[in-house]
């Protein structure tokens, strides 16, 4: 992370009035791969609270820079986007947050960008916004007013997948199965037309139309060996419980291959 963009951008929060919104930002920083915040004028608060509430983050609260005012918060900044709930701001700039990432990584190389975002009660005030470059609005409902935190996480989202710093593999399965030969596919379709007709389903059914819906359900599933073995297991242990428990007997395996297409011809041989 030490070469990513990431770190010539600073999170701006101006005059932020809950404690829980500083640690619920810090730990969005730490989530995302940001490090450097600035706080204007905040309320009081206590770092080792913050970090109660953002555990892990010393590193990012110790580094928290604090200014009496917006101006000398920014100075360094060739960049600047605010976001406000205002979405008739027309002298601004208006984006949204994907497009406000890219807008800020495109300036990042020439100095640092800062994401400004508001207090709790009131947003960013005009005066704030007149010194920003671009407005960012969150879309949303008619509902419009999200927790400070929440804004922050959705800019920094944004940011972090633009960056390419979304580094972190998910785990697949522990073990990849191979998917099943046509072989098996078959297997496991007579066994369920077996478990299927055990249970009476078809009493008032067509098998062939309920086969035909179930091998497209299947098909589609995409399911591998290991998958497709504990549906047939499934289906072997309907019969063997109604065989165990003397419901049934063991009768031959139904011929569940899909029927071949009819010929047509011209000639009606309904009459031969």
């Excluded at 919104?21 to 609270?49: E, H």
């Excluded at 179930?214 to 497709?228: G, H, M, S, V, Y």
Aim: glycine content about 4%.
């Amino acid at each position: 992370m030490s070469d990513s963009k990431l770190n010539s951008v600073s999170i701006v929060l101006f005059e932020p009035q809950d404690p829980v919104n500083i640690g619920a930002t810090v730990r969005a920083m730490k989530n995302m791969g940001f490090t450097s915040l600035r706080l204007v004028n905040p309320c009081a608060y206590d770092p080792v609270r913050l970090e109660g509430i953002a555990h892990d983050t010393w590193d990012i609260i110790h580094g928290i820079e604090h200014f009496d005012s917006f101006d000398a918060a920014v100075a360094d900044c060739v960049r600047l986007v605010g976001f406000t709930a205002r979405r008739r701001a027309a002298k601004w700039r208006l984006l949204d947050p994907k497009q406000a990432a890219d807008d800020v990584l495109d300036h990042v190389d020439a100095g640092r960008a800062g994401i400004v975002f508001g207090r709790e009660d009131r947003g960013l005030p005009n005066e704030i916004l007149d010194r920003i470059h671009a407005a960012v609005t969150i879309p949303t409902t008619d509902h419009a007013s999200l927790n400070l935190a929440q804004a922050v996480l959705i800019a920094l989202y944004e940011l972090h997948l633009a960056s390419g710093d979304a580094t972190r593999v998910m785990r697949g399965p522990r073990k990849e199965a191979p998917p099943p030969t046509t072989e098996l596919f078959e297997r496991y379709f007579v066994e369920l037309h077996q478990s299927l007709d055990a249970i009476q389903f078809f009493k008032t059914r067509y098998p062939e139309h309920i086969m035909r819906s179930l091998r497209a359900i299947t098909f589609r599933a995409e399911p591998d060996d290991r998958e497709l073995s504990l549906l047939r297991a499934m289906s072997l242990e309907v019969v063997r419980f109604l065989e165990r428990t003397g419901r049934i007997d063991r009768t031959l395996s139904p011929d569940v291959s899909p029927r071949p297409p009819r010929h047509i011809t011209g000639r009606d041989t309904s009459k031969d």
